[in-house]
């Protein structure tokens, strides 16, 4: 039977059921009707709230062909975390920081040019480590768990603040991480979390669900389970980035937690008015863009993440869409896993008389990205969003999120 990922109770309520989808990272070199797929399918914990994915693919397999450094991604909330650090009094410029799923090491090194003497970073990517490597970041190559926690332990001993950014969400074994948290961080020690926030995403009928998102936290859930490792939250805030992020600082305390329940009436019902609307998302969608294309129109998707890719599986978009463009010189040439839409550069808008560009980057990018193309809305090409919580995004979107109001 399965059994929640964040209290391993087993009532499990079923929200959406997406069908059987490729890898969304996985891009193709040619058209390909011979993928893997596997299901993916969104749960509400019954006993704590957690919306969680199901038997999700194991990270062997999903990870076999992953490249994503974290510096090709806009983060202009960098300095803001590095400011939350340096106002913890107990954090001295020579404690000792560890951040899991450190990437490529660009916070670290942040952190490292803000005066922290020892910082170490831990990342199972091999082209991720290099990339540490190269900007002076000590990095464990390993994925975080509590054998490789004692080895850090052993190594370095205690850290005085574990960190943690946009990975938590990736945790299929969530006892094992707070577990590994338990042996790594010392006695009133510090932690930094950021995760998407998926309170965002309910009120906003986002449905960019990708499959390396098993978890999909709210406040409340997260402080859950932070609240099993005794981490009390002293600070939280939400950040424009990837969607809508939490940011959250707890402190380890000697005295046992009492998990919050208060929440839970309304994050179900949230979660399943989420779920009723997927089916008139769904079919909106194909409307807007079948009328669209049926007066003549002409619909291209800039960016080719996994969000929106995800998104055109779910939805079935694929037919109305010509091509995706993408700045990221990698991915030109390419295709999307499952849809099969060709990956051009920026210029094929205007080469190939696209009229209506769904905008699938970040909130916080968007308009950079509309500026690089005034010759397309010179000529008439409009711009509309498709990642939450952007302000931008069609009318029949706007009204279905009004109609979906508790």
Known sequence: MNS????????????????????????????????????VTLYFCETCGHIQLINPIPPDLLYENYVCLSSWKHQPHIPRLARIIEELNDIKKTSTILEVGSNDGRFLQVLKEHGYKKIIGMEPAHDAQIAAGQKGVITIPSYFNKKTAEGFVENYGHCDLFISRQMLEHINDL????DAMDVVLSPGGFVVF??????????????????????????????????????????????????????????????????????????????????KSWPKFRNAFIKYLDDHKTAGGKVAVYGAGARVNSLINFVGLGPYIE???????????????????????????EKYSIDLCLLAVNTESEEKAISKHPEFIKKGGKFISVLPPSELLPHFWKRLIEESKI
Request: net charge negative.
């Open 175 to 178: 006892k094992d991480f707070h």
């Open 323 to 349: 091509f995706i463009v993408d700045d990221q010189q990698e991915k030109q040439g390419l295709f999307v896993p499952g849809s099969n839409l060709p990956i051009l550069s920026g210029d094929a808008l």
């Open 194 to 275: 950021e995760v998407p926030n998926f309170n965002c995403s309910l009120d906003t009928l986002d449905y960019t669900l990708w499959e390396e998102h098993v978890n999909y936290f709210t406040l409340e859930t997260l402080t859950r389970f932070l609240a099993y490792s005794g981490i009390k939250i002293i600070h939280s805030e939400k950040i424009l980035f990837s969607g809508e992020a939490l940011i959250v600082i707890g402190k380890k305390v000697d005295i046992p937690l009492e998990p919050p329940k208060d929440y839970m009436e309304a994050l179900r019902a949230k979660a399943i008015n989420y779920s």
């Open 4 to 39: 929640c990922n964040l209290c391993e109770g087993k009532q499990l309520y079923k929200l959406i059921d997406f069908g059987a989808h490729p890898i969304a990272h996985d891009y193709l070199k040619t058209p390909s009707n011979d993928e893997y797929v596997h299901p």
